[in-house]
């Protein structure tokens, strides 16, 4: 395509001018008849014309660098054109001294003019046009950056999706291999295990890992005697309807548990961890009502360790490693419903302080108390039953303010202890006292006298109890209310005088005592009103000649099947 006026003859005159403008100029006054001081060779040597020849190198100069930064035919063709104009203007000032024909070049330069306005439109057009590709290309790259991004996310997100379908693919295989139940599944649930009526039962098989279960029928889990020694963090996750779960006998320690594995169970009411190796308490949810780890290495309670169990109602800690200074003060605080307590068979030489308020239950037998303090279980103003059994308590050992404020106590177990005579200050409100298996010779007088509304079980076998340490003022306080005496395995030669003055006893055991005798008005009155509230009376390992018993000896006794004689050590009846 041809951008300059090519059929034009003037275009053409005016380019041939333009090549060699000197020389055009004297050949052109040469025809004409003029000579080096002709005018024309005066006006190319006036400033006029010198100036605008610099001009024309100016523009020389700009058309270059135009040239250089746009290229193409635009810029080509635009370099003449800025020659040719200048020379067209220095024609013009030398046809205006020649009084030339200046209106038809006027013309033709208005002409060039518009055409060098086309041509830089066109560059222009061409720039922007190079420019716009230019983005374009720079937008198709970060297209195809993008394009590679999403290709990489992709196949991340494809192999992710690929190990999600493979991990699926093992869940289901594991499912599908599993013993299903009506509502979820259980992986690889031993053939052993039992389930039934929202109960799975695993009890002894030799289990050594927890099976994945997912079942929201469950609501108790059996888990003992078995192998475990590790709890996987969601190991209960698929149980979250679990109300009872049984872990004891494994092989369980601090590490076996995750921190959440109980707490995210929140409607679980009883936790049984006996015998395994646990050293602290675990965390557990507020919801649990009964807590057993009896038989591990429990060392010490925190403050922290029964935090939020405020619904707690029984705690045992059986067979642990704790005695009076590894329990903190407060460490029972959060117990705020706690009844019964079972601190027995660890090491413990007094009774903790701290105890709750509510408490109703406390057992502490099997340790090594040697005293009960004054005020140590004032705060227990609930408490029923104290069993302090198989310690070192003597009859000295209780201070004289040790069971003042416990208006509700009705049952102390003091068997298995070192004492020697039935111990005073007794709880005012005791209704059941064993002494078992201790050293007791006698019981002082008045000792429980001073019982409101009275005794009604006493037991005192295994001791060393003489007639003499049992006279008529031993029992004072306890004749019309005693149910229940225990006199067996004892150092008694003879039924003692004092028991037909008991009101309502049912049972007397005087079994395996040195008795050769039963006096007639040891047990029955001389003048019988009424018949004896004796049920039971056993008089069996004696040294008593059956034959030798006056029948007024037990004629109030209504039911004779009840008193009981054989068999004795025939060897030293005489």
């Not at 439109?121 to 394009?147: C, G, P, W």
Request: contains cysteine; proline residues 5%.
């Amino acid at each position: 395509m041809c951008q300059w006026p090519c059929a034009r003859p003037e275009y053409v005159e005016a380019l041939a001018l333009e090549a060699d403008y000197p020389n055009a100029l004297v050949e052109r006054d040469s025809e004409n008849g003029t000579d080096s001081d002709s005018p024309a060779n005066a006006i190319s040597n006036t400033p006029a014309v010198e100036e605008s020849s610099e001009i024309s190198k100016g523009e020389r100069a700009d058309e270059s660098l135009r040239k250089t930064h746009s290229g193409g035919t635009a810029a080509d063709t635009e370099t003449p054109l800025g020659r040719t104009l200048a020379v067209w203007v220095e024609l013009a000032s030398v046809l205006a001294r020649r009084s030339g024909a200046t209106g038809k070049l006027n013309t033709i330069l208005n002409e060039l003019r518009e055409e060098k306005k086309r041509l830089l439109d066109l560059e222009s057009e061409s720039d922007e046009q190079v420019k716009k590709k230019k983005e374009d290309d720079d937008d198709d790259e970060e297209e195809e950056e993008d394009e590679e991004e999403e290709e990489e996310e992709e196949e991340e997100e494809g192999e992710e999706e690929g190990q999600e379908e493979e991990e699926e693919e093992e869940e289901n295989e594991a499912a599908n291999n599993s013993t299903a139940s009506r509502d979820g599944f259980t992986d690889l649930l031993p053939e052993e295990c039992q389930l039934g009526g929202g109960r799975i039962s695993c009890k002894d098989i030799g289990m050594s890992h927890l099976p994945i279960i997912t079942d929201l029928s469950i609501t108790i889990l059996e888990l003992s005697g078995n192998n475990l020694t590790r709890l996987p963090p969601r190991g209960l996750s698929g149980l979250p309807n679990l109300e009872e779960v049984d872990l004891s006998r494994n092989l369980l320690d601090d590490s076996s548990i995750s921190p959440n594995l109980f707490v995210n169970l929140t409607k679980l009411k009883r936790l049984t961890l006996d015998g395994n190796d646990l050293v602290t308490i675990p965390r557990l949810p507020p919801s649990l009502e009964e807590l057993r780890i009896n038989d591990n290495k429990i060392n010490q309670l925190l403050s922290q360790s029964f935090k939020g169990l405020s619904n707690l109602l029984v705690l045992e800690l059986t067979g642990n490693i704790l005695y009076e200074g590894s329990v903190e003060l407060w460490a029972f605080r959060p117990l705020k419903v706690l009844k019964h307590l079972k601190l027995d068979n660890n090491r413990f030489s007094s009774i903790p302080n701290g105890l709750p308020r509510s408490l109703e239950d406390l057992r502490m037998s099997h340790n090594q108390i040697v005293e009960v303090q004054d005020h140590v279980l004032n705060n227990s103003v609930h408490l029923r039953v104290l069993d302090l059994s198989h310690n070192l308590l003597r009859e000295n050992s209780f201070y004289p303010g040790a069971w003042i404020n416990l208006p509700k106590l009705e049952a102390l177990d003091m068997s298995h202890n070192q004492l020697s005579v039935v111990p005073p200050y007794l709880p005012r409100v005791l209704r059941q006292l064993s002494l078992q298996h201790n050293h007791i010779r006698a019981i002082p007088h008045y000792t429980l006298s001073h019982l409101r509304p009275g005794l009604q079980s006493l037991r005192l076998s295994h001791n060393q109890l003489v007639e003499e340490g049992l006279l008529g003022k031993s029992f004072r306080g306890a004749y019309k209310t005693l149910v229940e005496l225990l006199l067996d395995n004892n150092w008694l030669e003879s039924v003692p005088d004092n028991i037909r003055h008991f009101k309502h006893l049912q049972l007397l055991r005087l079994d395996h005592n040195r008795i050769t005798s039963v006096p007639v008005k040891s047990v029955c009155k001389v003048r019988m009103t009424e018949s004896s509230p004796l049920v039971a009376l056993h008089l069996e390992n004696n040294h008593i000649d059956a034959k030798k018993i006056r029948r007024t000896a037990l004629s109030c006794i209504r039911d004779r099947h009840g008193v009981i004689l054989e068999p004795q050590t025939t060897n030293e009846i005489q």
